[in-house]
């Protein structure tokens, strides 16, 4: 019997911690930041078009929506002048024609700043609302041990799959 060729990689829930501090139920929802590139047009006599090219990266944001109000994380979040760890780790299920096939772990490393700390939205008859905003300075993704991104702002390292894509970079401007 020959299996099929589509394979389907699932993740349906993560665990968070701060500074190693295991936030296991506490969080409803977790957004990490958009890796992403700042573009800038260019433009030239003689080109048919418009392009846009890579300036550098834009600032990483992301937020957790927590699910009540917690004494402990607010303490672990109110100083925004104070870095923090946050670590988001999960579970990635593949599937194919026969089931599941594997799980790997996705891990990814941040170095945040909270800058939005809630004192909450309150409803009749519903939870009230805690949702926490944060900047960040450092990411790094691995999965089943593999890296597969690290972003640095304050050491201008980008590493995808383990290449430094600004080597070059670096030595150019001296650092």
Not at 18 to 41: C, F, H, S, Y
Not at 147 to 165: P, T
């Amino acid at each position: 019997m020959a299996t099929g060729k589509i394979a389907v990689n699932r993740i349906t829930n993560a665990s968070i911690y701060i500074d190693g501090n295991a936030l296991l139920g506490r969080a409803e929802e977790v957004k990490l930041p958009d890796v992403q590139a700042v573009m800038t047009e260019h433009k030239a006599l003689g080109m048919v078009g418009k392009i846009e090219l890579p300036a550098g990266m834009d600032k990483l944001e992301g937020e957790i929506k927590w699910n009540a109000f917690y004494p402990e994380v607010a303490e672990m979040i109110g100083n925004p002048f104070k870095s923090v760890s946050l670590q988001v780790r999960a579970n990635v299920e593949s599937y194919g024609a026969e089931g599941r096939t594997a799980e790997n772990a996705l891990v990814t490393l941040l170095t945040i700043q909270f800058k939005k700390n809630p004192l909450g939205t309150f409803k009749q008859h519903e939870n009230a609302e805690f949702s926490s905003a944060f900047s960040a300075t450092y990411v790094k993704q691995v999965i089943d041990g593999k890296e597969v991104l690290e972003l640095d702002y304050m050491a201008n390292i980008f590493r995808v799959n383990g290449v430094d894509v600004l080597d070059t970079f670096r030595i150019n401007i001296g650092s």
